[in-house]
């Protein structure tokens, strides 16, 4: 059996080494809501769908400013 992955892009996220963890979980949680949030108004869109990105990084940069996080768009293919 064979599946194709769509190419897509998607966020390389990094919370630094010396933050709390329970701080760094709920960014992963924050985040996580930011994808889940795009599902439903995108109509169950998911990742892979060609404006993830734009969509969504400007609420990923808001929540960058709150934990401290560093991250990169990244191609897949």
């Not at 709920?26 to 439903?40: A, F, H």
Request: proline fraction near 5%; glycine fraction near 4%; aromatic fraction near 12%.
């Amino acid at each position: 059996m064979k599946a194709r992955i769509p190419k897509h892009r998607e966020f390389i996220i990094d919370f630094p080494k010396d933050m709390d963890q329970a701080k760094a979980d709920e960014g992963w949680v924050k985040l996580n809501e930011i994808v889940e949030e795009y599902k439903k108004a995108h109509n169950g869109q998911s990742v892979y769908a060609p404006t993830f990105i734009e969509d969504c990084e400007p609420a990923v940069k808001k929540l960058q400013e709150e934990y401290g996080f560093t991250y990169t768009i990244q191609e897949i293919k």
